[in-house]
């Protein structure tokens, strides 16, 4: 069975400085892999994907993420974060090839920005 | 932009009552789901829902649920007899299907269910 690690429950960070939210997961077989945003009171959002291709994806609000097969980790990454990126952010994936579209979540990790 | 909608935002009920959970899923979508989320733990699958019928469903989905497209526009999650550890927030998501579409799940907003 899948399992995906988010190794900080909390990320405090000034506004302004880079921030690494990261990202392991279980797997022997191909995933796709998701990072999805929980802003206050609302659902969650998809910020980017990784399907195939290139391994450093790009996604909204100037986040991005790379794919390590061999370290088996998604990490998200940001240059520079603002105080409108305080939210939760969620990690997960789903098993390629098995005719599943189940996604797979971690825990999560609240970050909070700042000023 | 289109998007998943739910109803409603809070539910309060009593343990051992019926509950439904209303989603209306993004319109040219064909393949809807289910999740929860206890507080502080993990955003968990419940089911997922294709073409009138149940694709797939977790060791939580057990004969207490069910899931219904009564139209074609909504799309609901039934608890027959609600109990104390049901009390989660739950999400409801859509995809296409076509191409890399299908692996893009929106979610709705989410129905907080507290049991008493």
């Known amino acids: 069975a899948q399992s995906v690690t988010q190794l900080d429950s909390q990320v405090p960070v000034f506004e302004e400085a880079p921030v690494e939210l990261r990202c392991n997961y279980s797997?022997?077989?191909?995933?796709?892999l998701f990072w999805y945003v929980q802003y206050p009171n609302q659902g969650l959002q998809l910020l980017l994907k990784y399907l195939s291709g290139s391994t450093l994806v790009k996604g909204i609000n100037g986040f991005e993420a790379e794919f390590n097969k061999s370290q088996t980790s998604f990490h998200l990454r940001k240059p520079s974060v603002h105080i409108s990126d305080t939210a939760e952010y969620f990690c997960a994936v789903i098993t390629s090839g098995a005719g599943s579209y189940q996604l797979t979540f971690g825990k999560g990790t609240k970050l909070s920005v700042i000023p | 932009e289109p998007e998943v909608t739910q109803t409603p935002s809070h539910q309060v009920t009593q343990m051992g009552q019926e509950v439904i959970l209303r989603c209306v899923p993004i319109s040219n979508h064909l393949y809807f789901y289910w999740y929860r989320q206890i507080l502080g733990q993990k955003v968990e699958f419940l089911v997922s829902f294709y073409n009138n019928e149940i694709s797939e469903k977790s060791e939580i989905f057990d004969d207490q649920f069910s899931v219904e497209r009564p139209d074609g526009s909504n799309f609901t999650l039934k608890i027959r007899s609600t109990k104390l550890e049901d009390s989660a927030m739950y999400f409801c998501?859509?995809?296409?299907?076509?191409?890399?579409?299908?692996?893009?799940?929106?979610f709705g907003p989410g129905t907080r269910l507290t049991v008493t």
């Open positions: 797997s022997s077989v191909s995933v796709y």
């Open positions: 998501a859509s995809s296409d299907l076509s191409g890399q579409g299908r692996y893009e799940q929106y």
